[in-house]
């Protein structure tokens, strides 16, 4: 029986990634590289948005949400559309003002270069982390359908999507993106209908069940600055960390700068919105599902075990493997994405300008597949010690949303607001990292807050310490540091 799901999984896993070795011969810069050469389509962004905006985190480590609680999280995800509407209106008209390749380059305009290494190297140790707990997360999958010890599942997944992404570039991601967050959402549609063919009385007693315990909850209106997931809480810290997440992390942001023009990216951003809400409720859905499901047994250790383990136990014959193989899917395609994206700030943000001269457009782009391997071995290395950091989804989570804060606020500084210079930047950057560092350790507001005070830290401080701090200036948007031909 688990030769056929084994074969269905390996087959796929070969599939995808010689699907995305293909895209090699259309490399030739680190435009091609870094921004698909700009010709993929608004909905094929969008699919790719996607599956950078949920991962394996969502699929595994939503269900457990419902099955404990109720679906009180989806008041996050109201969050995400307030703030598509923010990005679309303050940050795209900006990124698409000239060509950019990271979102960094634009604090570089405004502030100069000390901001933009700043910005992005915020980016690279939080990507970096958030990103391992994500390849720990694919590791739980691995390590069930193998068998395998932690390291050996790692290594595994990291070294089939190191391959086609170091070979594809930004175009791979794109078109892996589409055909594996495609792959993931009809594993966990038939997953669904399994499911509910296996609960007497169907779907109709499973949601008689789950209403009387309480469990169909949506908004809770209960004002509280400790518990994560009520309206306020939701609506506000949503807008905040999808505002940051979207607008200032190089994960989404290079996926936006890959549209053709600004309103194709923004066709892409909002549509995104769609496919997840209808994704985090399917999710949400199946971790109910589940409870009914298994009510009277003991519950797991492990929760976040909870979806692969009754796929891999309970499925039949040929479904369990494609729900595995969607499931791996989810973790190759955000995999791919940041390592890309960690590979893009590296070179465009640090080696360029750090250059003692131009060179080629083929000696960066040899650069940038090298960076891609190096931020591989990073990213294994963490996935190895983030088992120890709890839940996946909101370990996650909790990482971003210690830094991204920062980050947001550092850009509100810079596109809102004409007096603050670079010293007075850093000095809001030290505030809100000395915060959040505060908040985190010393108190027990949750992490759906913490981008908002981290934002509101930094924007706050960096204005004020422009009337303090001598030396502020408008940068004029036209900076002369060299640009190679890329």
């Known amino acids: 029986m688990r030769t056929v799901d084994l074969a269905i999984i390996a087959a796929y896993l070969a599939g995808v990634t010689w699907f995305g070795a293909r895209f090699k011969q259309s ?23 996607v599956s950078a905006e949920t991962s394996t985190l969502t699929i595994i480590g939503t269900p457990p949400l419902a099955y404990a609680g109720s679906f009180v999280f989806l008041q996050v995800v109201f969050g995400y ?10 940050f795209l008209p900006r990124y698409f003002e000239r060509q950019m390749f990271t979102a960094y380059e634009l604090m570089q305009r405004r502030f100069g270069p000390n901001v933009r290494k700043v910005a992005s190297g915020i980016f690279l140790v939080t990507r970096a982390l958030a990103e391992g707990v994500r390849v720990f997360a694919i590791s739980i999958v691995i390590s069930i359908l193998l068998k395998t010890g932690g390291a050996a599942s790692i290594a595994v997944i990291m070294a089939l999507t190191l391959f086609y992404t170091f070979e594809g570039g930004m175009t791979a991601v794109i078109w892996t993106d589409v055909v594996q967050m495609c792959m993931y959402v009809v594993g966990a549609s038939v997953s669904f209908i399994v499911l509910v063919n296996k609960i007497p009385g169907g779907f109709g007693h499973a949601l008689d069940l789950a209403s009387a315990a309480g469990k169909l909850q949506v908004f809770d209106f209960q004002w509280s600055w400790t518990k994560p997931y009520t309206v306020f809480a939701g609506f506000v810290g949503g807008c905040f960390l999808t505002t940051a997440s979207h607008g200032t992390d190089q994960l989404v942001v290079q996926r936006l700068l890959s549209a053709k023009n600004q309103g194709q990216s923004r066709a892409a951003l909002f549509s995104s919105w769609i496919v997840i809400f209808v994704q985090f409720t399917l999710f949400l859905t199946i971790g109910m599902l589940l409870w009914v499901y298994r009510t009277g047994q003991p519950p797991l250790a492990q929760p976040d075990r909870l979806y692969p383990l009754f796929i891999w136990e309970s499925l039949p014959v040929g479904v369990a493997g494609l729900a595995m193989a969607a499931i791996i899917a989810a973790a190759m395609a955000n995999l791919s994405a940041a390592l890309n994206s960690l590979a893009s700030a590296t070179v465009v943000d640090f080696y360029e300008p750090l250059s003692k001269k131009l060179q080629l457009p083929a000696h960066y782009l040899k650069v940038a597949r090298i960076s891609t391997v190096v931020w591989g071995i990073i990213l294994g290395a963490i996935a190895l010690v983030a088992s120890q950091w709890g839940s996946v989804l909101e370990s996650g989570l909790r990482i971003a ?20 210079g670079e010293n007075a930047a850093i000095a809001g950057v030290l505030t809100g990292l000395a915060a959040m560092l505060y908040v985190k350790f010393a108190t027990s507001v949750p992490f759906t807050w913490w981008v908002m005070i981290g934002s509101g830290t930094t924007f706050g401080a960096g204005y004020l310490s422009s009337f303090l701090i001598p030396g502020a200036r408008i940068r004029d948007g036209n900076d002369t540091e060299r640009t190679p031909n890329r």
């Open 81 to 90: 559309l307030l703030a598509r509407v923010v990005i679309s209106t303050i």
């Open 401 to 420: 949303s210690v830094t991204l804060g920062i980050l947001l606020g550092l850009f509100l500084l810079g596109v809102l607001t004409k007096k603050p």
């Open 27 to 49: 490399q030739n810069s680190l435009k091609d590289y870094f921004l698909g050469g700009q010709t993929a389509p608004w909905w094929a962004i969008a699919l790719s948005i």
